[in-house]
């Protein structure tokens, strides 16, 4: 299979009014800044002391006092899920950095050299692939027990391959472009063609994958904590509270459907944000013209 | 072909034996005494002693290597230290409960998603599309366990139609067995089927603006059989590949997902092992789960070469 | 009575106006020649008689394919028609079969989807099909797929999926673009003995006046969506009465004027080729096991003088672009040796190649991929400068682009500009800027016109003489075109399979080849007075 790159030719002015008719965009956008604003917004203000036990006010439903209830200690749910979406991005935007700071030179460097180096590096990928992020995860926290220090790892190792994919994939759609044999034929090294043209024009399909796996991040993030081996406590995160709302469902439904809610808007928003750049960046919307 | 198939075998099996390195060696760097993280603090130096001979540890690492190695070839996992029986046995005996459920969410995945993916593609930026994809753009955001806890809330608790959790066995009959795997397999596939139907949905476009198609509808035939003879299987080879992934995040899937049913499979037996630092079982359950995403990633090489003609002829 | 009649038909897509009152008309037997330069909307007007437009477009008008109204005609019907009444064939052959199944299987689909026939009468019609069309049963079972064939075969394939029913009008859509002329000749002869056979109408659609010229009996020469000029086929290109088709025409046939001043051995030689071989590994057969290795380039010598103008011409894969890639150091020989201005350039480091990358820059085909869509004008055309001793300052820099532009015939403020802002033929010049900025001795031009219209190809090949005289830079063209290496080139080197077969002045080799692959590829090379000489003879 190759993959068909087709590099938009536009200046940004240009992308960014087609980006803001671009409903997926748009939506995709709002939503995600509307979560990094309310994370950021719990470091200085959220409605109770997240960290304060009220066990007087102990699953309580829903009310104008506390919007989405509390849980079993009487922490108010809506200040634990502005908390929580800190840990959550922290979490999911580290593991995407690591995937993308070793994953995209990797692949970048199999693409241009090819042969052996590019054969080991992708033997090394399968390898990688092998073991499902929560797979690493338990083999982590197995050893060196869980925390969300771990959980970052493992999520970040697992995306590790799948970025040096991408870019290789994406460098082996450029690099038999003709503006590449002319800068070869202008002197230039292969490291040099790699960052001076591969990468830049490789960029949009990273970006893309990049708010996907910041997506899975979150949602792996989640899941590792829901089992007790991501974020410990008394830290709020949404996988943790939903691991205390699974005992209380019959009691206290509210405890599971506000975090839940949270991870879908978020994780949503971020998808939506992701196919709205590959929409304005893909050229078929724009050959069809 | 057969040259095809030597090296995605051979490929293969590299990459099942640098696992099983990479897996050993995480047991090999562990700080301190795999014996002493086992046995607790509280254990004797006699206690700990038996226990480093019973695991082996007091041979030369590429010995031991060799020894589990050759062990897991003939299946002989070693022994819990918790249960006190062949970690083989506990693994089989849990078996029988997460393959079926990975194998049922596979297939519930694969039926809804395919249709849906075929319709959408069919009926491409019209209303039928739109609607279908908003539904699958949410379906991929919602983590499968808080959608576990919503069916449990919706079935179990309101509507009492199936049981919340556990799992009767299969000596009380396929029927109530497959009922309670039921919800697990349904909060399993939903997710993983709204991805697949994107993949196939845009897999399937993308091929509709090939060449070859405006070939095949110049000879007169209707879009509907276009799309049936000559889209779909061309389309095939990124929707297998994204379904050899998903097997993957199936199965850990599958081992998040039966805590939230109690249901006494793999995952269970992991969590129950990390919680009571059995690292045999530990390890072996890792290992058996990641040569089945070595095998399946071999079978979607085979079923490469048998969509496709240009591979077999290599 | 017209088999189809095409009257007043406008399209528009969206808000875009493609079409704007075409009329056309083609009889039972009758070859009809559609000509015009890209966008002027004969490709679309195929796929508006064919109804296989994309859901936005609108058209008004008529158009009436044996009594029936094509444009009022159901989706049902329109399916009974096509590949039954009205059989079409594709400018790309490698994309226009279905790569997972096999040829028979596609041949046959159409007969058996329009007769109802069962699998076996369906793929015994197919196995006639595919040998009428030139594909014995013993070479190309039906069991064959696509990947196996040939750009020519697999055209010769699409063909017989078009013809299998004797339709009795047949679209081809330049079909002969993408291969090279002694395949394109084939393919044509194909064609014409279908028609002749079959009292089939074709309506032939292409950019090559003189192919449209050998094939058709009358033509029709559109632009922008609107007939220029309809009629005679000899009678129009003869008197050229419209002023486009006059250019056209022109354009086609166009020579530079440039002094011949250069003869080869008459100084030190540019470049030498010596007994240059490069071969590619065979195909892996087994884990272990490889096929017998490809040969490209078989034990070729040559040698260039400076300011020289030498074509390579031959057919596709014959080995003439692994030729230049080595003689601009991006691949290297098995054995053998390149030198340039005396020094060899193989085995060398890039860092020791950089005085002869000074001095040897290339143009390439494809105006659109030739750039990086992502930077200036000023960067790319700039690129070369990497290999200078010592980097420009920035503001020596821009000077020097603005030099190079100004040469081209482009303007110094296009420096700002991204690549995308510029058309075709404009691409072309930066591409021949660029080359040209470090002052080079020699430059290596791959097919630099083959993607171009004619009335820019024109143009291009203008700069290319002006430079040649200007600069005395020496050019080696490689190319397919006979006509490009007629205007351009003191001399000629024919290849094929690997080996140059023949070499000589330009005017000589193509006015009286001497090997069997020289021969072959003027005899099939489109020439538009030839052919119009030979219209007009037979019209008596």
């Known amino acids: ?289 | 072909m057969t040259a095809y198939l030597l090296k995605r075998l051979a490929i293969a099996v590299v990459t099942l034996v640098l696992a099983s390195m990479v897996v050993f060696a995480v047991l090999e760097i562990i700080p301190g005494d795999p014996a002493r993280l086992m046995l607790g603090l509280n254990a004797s130096a006699d206690q700990i002693e038996l226990l480093r001979n019973q695991m082996g540890l007091n041979a030369p690492v590429v010995l031991r290597y060799l020894h589990w190695a050759g062990g897991l070839l003939s299946l002989d996992f070693g022994r819990s230290y918790t249960y006190s029986v062949p970690v083989i046995d506990l693994v089989r005996e849990r078996l029988v409960v997460s393959l079926p459920l990975a194998l049922m969410a596979l297939a519930l995945s694969t039926i809804i998603a395919i249709p849906v993916g075929l319709f959408s593609a069919s009926r491409h930026g019209r209303a039928g599309d739109t609607i279908a994809m908003g539904a699958a753009q949410l379906g991929v955001a919602v983590p499968n366990f808080w959608f576990a806890l919503m069916l449990i809330y919706l079935f179990a608790v309101w509507l009492r139609l199936v049981p919340g959790g556990g799992f009767p066995g299969w000596s009380a009959g396929v029927l109530p067995a497959l009922k309670s795997l039921l919800l697990p397999a349904v909060a399993l596939a939903l997710p993983q089927a709204a991805i697949l139907a994107r993949v196939t949905r845009s897999a399937l476009i993308e091929v509709l603006n090939e060449d070859y198609i405006r070939t095949a509808r110049a000879k007169g035939l209707p879009y509907r059989l276009v799309l049936w003879r000559h889209a779909l299987r061309n389309a095939m080879i990124p929707v297998v590949t994204i379904l050899g992934l998903q097997f993957a995040f199936l199965l850990a899937g599958t081992i998040i997902i039966e805590n939230v049913f109690y249901l006494p499979g793999l995952g269970r037996l992991v969590f129950q092992a990390i919680n009571q630092r059995d690292l045999i079982v530990v390890e072996s359950v890792v290992m058996l789960l990641v040569a089945a995403v070595i095998v399946v990633n071999f079978i979607v090489d085979l079923s490469y070469a048998v969509v496709d003609p240009r591979l077999r002829g290599r | 009575m017209s088999l189809l009649e095409i009257e007043k038909l406008s399209l528009t897509i969206g808000s875009t106006r493609i079409l704007r009152d075409i009329e056309l008309s083609v009889a039972p037997g009758e070859v009809m020649g559609l000509v015009g330069e890209s966008g002027s909307g004969k490709s679309m007007t195929a796929l508006t008689v064919m109804q296989l437009l994309p859901w936005a477009a609108h058209t008004s008008g008529h158009i009436t394919f044996d009594g029936i109204d094509i444009l009022a005609a159901s989706e049902d019907q329109m399916c009974a028609l096509r590949g039954d009444d009205i059989g079409m064939v594709f400018q790309e052959p490698m994309t226009a079969l279905n790569p997972v199944k096999t040829i028979g299987e596609q041949v046959a689909e159409g007969i058996r989807w329009h007769t109802r026939a069962s699998r076996a009468d369906a793929e015994e019609r197919a196995r006639k099909m595919l040998d009428r069309v030139g594909l014995p049963a013993a070479q190309f079972p039906l069991s064959r797929y696509p990947h196996e064939l040939s750009g020519g075969q697999r055209q010769r394939v699409v063909i017989a999926i078009a013809c299998a029913l004797k339709p009795k009008l047949l679209i081809a859509d330049e079909p002969t673009t993408a291969l090279d002329v002694v395949l394109q000749a084939q393919i044509l002869d194909l064609l014409r003995d279908l028609v002749a056979e079959n009292r089939m109408g074709l309506l032939l659609i292409s950019h090559d006046l003189a192919v449209v010229t050998e094939m058709a009996d009358r033509i029709i020469i559109l632009r922008h969506g609107e007939v220029m000029e309809a009629g005679d086929t000899a009678r129009t290109l003869s008197e050229q009465l419209h002023p486009y088709t006059r250019q056209l025409a022109q354009a086609s046939m166009h020579v530079p004027a440039r002094a011949r001043t250069h003869d080869s051995g008459s100084a030190k030689p540019l470049l030498q080729v010596e007994n240059v071989t490069r071969d590619y590994p065979g195909r892996r057969t087994s884990l272990l096991k490889r096929a017998a290795p490809i040969r490209a380039v078989d034990d070729v010598s040559f040698s260039m003088a400076p300011g020289q103008s030498v074509a390579l011409v031959g057919r596709s894969g014959c080995g003439k672009s692994t030729l230049a890639r080595m003689v601009l150091a991006l691949d290297g020989p098995t054995s053998g040796a390149i030198r340039f201005r005396g020094d060899t350039l193989t085995g060398k480091s890039e860092a020791e190649l950089k005085p002869a990358r000074r001095d040897m820059q290339v143009v390439f085909q494809d105006p659109y991929g030739s750039f990086d869509p992502r930077q200036k004008v000023e960067r790319l055309v700039a690129e070369p400068l990497h290999v200078l001793e010592k980097k420009p300052v920035p503001a020596a820099r821009r000077e020097m682009v603005a030099h190079a532009l100004h040469e081209v015939g482009l303007s110094p403020g296009d420096m700002d500009k991204y690549p995308h802002e510029f058309s075709g033929g404009q691409r072309q010049r930066l591409s021949i800027a660029r080359a040209i900025i470090t002052r080079p001795k020699l430059v290596v031009a791959d097919e630099p016109v083959s993607a171009l219209d004619v009335s820019i190809r024109a143009q291009i090949l203008d700069l290319f003489a002006e430079l040649n005289q200007k600069l005395g830079i020496a050019y080696l063209f490689i190319t397919h075109d006979l006509t490009v290496a007629r205007a351009i080139t003191d001399e000629v080197m024919v290849m094929h399979d690997g080996k140059i077969v023949e070499r000589g002045r330009t005017s000589e080799v193509l006015d009286h080849p001497q090997s069997a692959a020289a021969k072959a590829l003027v005899a099939a090379a489109p020439d538009l007075h030839r052919a119009i000489a030979k219209r007009l003879q037979e019209q008596g």
């Open chain 1, 1 to 289: 299979m190759t993959l068909h790159i087709d590099i938009p030719d536009e200046n940004l002015a240009g992308i960014l009014v087609k980006a803001f008719k671009n409903r997926s965009f748009l939506a995709g956008f709002v939503i995600t800044a509307l979560v990094a604003a309310v994370a950021i917004l719990s470091f200085f203000w959220t409605p109770y002391d997240v960290t304060n036990l009220v066990i007087s006010d102990k699953t309580q439903a829903p009310s104008l006092a506390h919007w989405f209830g509390t849980d079993h200690f009487g922490r108010d749910i809506l200040s634990m899920i502005m908390v929580g979406a800190r840990n959550s991005i922290a979490v999911a935007l580290v593991a995407v950095g690591i995937g993308m700071g070793v994953g995209v030179p990797l692949g970048a460097f199999a693409a241009a050299r090819g042969g052996f180096a590019d054969d080991v590096l992708m033997r090394l990928n399968d390898l990688v692939f092998a073991f499902p992020a929560l797979l690493s995860a338990i083999m982590i926290t197995a050893i060196f027990g869980p925390g969300a220090f771990n959980a970052i790892i493992a999520i970040g190792i697992f995306n590790i391959p799948v970025f040096a994919r991408v870019a290789r994939a994406g460098a082996l759609a450029i690099w038999p472009r003709e503006f590449i044999l002319a800068a070869r034929a202008a002197g230039k090294s292969r490291t040099l063609i790699s960052i001076e043209h591969v990468l830049p024009n490789i960029a949009t399909l990273l970006l893309v994958q990049g708010t996907i796996q910041f997506a899975l991040g979150i949602l792996a993030e989640a899941g590792l904590s829901y089992v007790g081996l991501g974020t410990q406590p008394p830290m709020p995160s949404w996988g943790r509270m939903l691991f205390d709302a699974q005992t209380r469902m019959v009691v206290a439904p509210w405890m599971a459907i506000f975090p839940g809610m949270a991870i879908v808007v978020t994780v949503l928003g971020l998808n939506l944000l992701g196919d709205g750049i590959a929409d304005i960046l893909d050229p078929k919307s724009r050959r069809q013209r």
